[in-house]
C-alpha cells in the first residue's frame, strides 16, 4: 500500500517535471528507480541502523552527518559503475577482496575505538553541543563505511543499467550519474529523517541501562557489518 500512494504520488508529479527530466533519461525508467530506490533505502540494514543507533546515543546532528557520509559515498560507487571500473572489480577476485579486508578492517577499528571509549563520553549529546571536528568525524565514518564496500559498487552495477535507454538524450554515463545523484540525495533525507526520529527518543532515554546496551548495540553492528563484508556473498 505505501509503495501504491507513493506511485500515485509520483504519477501527479509526472506531469509537473516531465519537460525537465525528459531533456536527460525517460520519465517513466526515472520514476521507477525513484521508487525503487526509496523502497531499498527504507528496507532495515546495517546503514541505517547505524545511522539509528549513533543518533540515539549521540544526538541529531551526529546522525545526520554520519547519514550525509553514507548518502555520499553512492557517488563514488556511481562513478565505478558509470566509468566501467566496477566490472573491473567483478571479473578480478583479488581487486574485490582487497577492498573487502580494507572495508572490514576500519570497521572493526571503529568497533574497537567504541569499545575502548569511556562510559562518561557515551551519553546523549544536544546538537547545539556538538562540534564541527565531531561532525566531520561522523561524516567520514559513514562516507568510509560506504565506499570501502565493493559490494555496493556490485549492487549498483547490477542496478543503474536497468534503468538505462540508449535512446534518451543523455548517454549512458549522464544518466548513471543522474541516477546515482538521486539515490544520493533520497538516501540522505531518509536517513536524516531516521536520525532526527531516532535523537529524539534518545532524549528521553538517558538511563545507564539503555546506554550500556546502545553502546553493545553500536559495536556488534559494526563487527557484523565487517563479518558480513568478509563472509557474505
Not at 1 to 22: D, T
Not at 109 to 123: D, H, T, V
Request: aromatic share 16%; glycine share 6%; hydrophobic share 55%.
Amino acid at each position: 500500500m505505501p509503495i501504491q500512494i507513493f506511485s500515485v504520488f509520483l504519477h501527479g508529479a509526472k506531469v509537473r517535471y516531465r519537460p525537465l527530466i525528459s531533456k536527460i533519461m525517460d520519465v517513466n525508467s526515472f520514476l521507477a528507480f525513484l521508487v525503487a530506490a526509496v523502497s531499498l533505502t527504507f528496507l532495515p540494514g546495517p546503514d541505517n541502523m547505524y545511522v539509528i543507533t549513533e543518533s540515539l546515543s549521540r544526538g541529531f546532528k551526529r546522525g545526520f552527518s554520519l547519514s550525509l557520509g553514507l548518502a555520499s559515498g553512492v557517488l563514488v560507487h556511481t562513478l565505478l559503475t558509470a566509468s566501467g571500473f566496477a566490472l573491473l572489480i567483478k571479473e578480478w577476485p583479488a581487486l574485490s577482496w582487497f577492498i573487502r579486508l580494507a572495508g572490514a578492517a576500519y570497521l572493526l577499528y571503529l568497533a574497537y575505538g567504541a569499545w575502548r571509549e569511556k562510559p562518561e563520553s557515551f551519553q546523549w549529546q544536544k546538537p547545539e553541543n556538538s562540534s564541527p571536528k565531531a561532525f566531520w568525524t561522523s561524516f567520514r565514518k559513514g562516507f568510509l563505511m560506504n565506499v570501502l564496500n565493493p559490494k555496493v559498487t556490485l549492487f549498483f552495477l547490477a542496478l543503474l543499467p536497468q534503468f538505462v535507454s540508449n535512446s534518451a538524450p543523455w548517454s549512458s554515463f549522464g544518466q548513471m550519474l543522474f541516477l546515482g545523484a538521486t539515490f544520493m540525495v533520497q538516501a540522505a533525507i531518509i536517513f536524516s529523517g531516521m536520525a532526527a526520529m531516532a535523537s529524539y527518543f534518545g532524549s528521553f532515554l538517558q538511563s545507564p541501562t539503555f546506554w550500556k546496551w546502545s553502546h553493545i548495540l553500536q559495536i556488534t553492528i559494526l563487527s557484523l557489518i565487517a563479518v558480513g563484508m568478509l563472509f557474505l556473498s
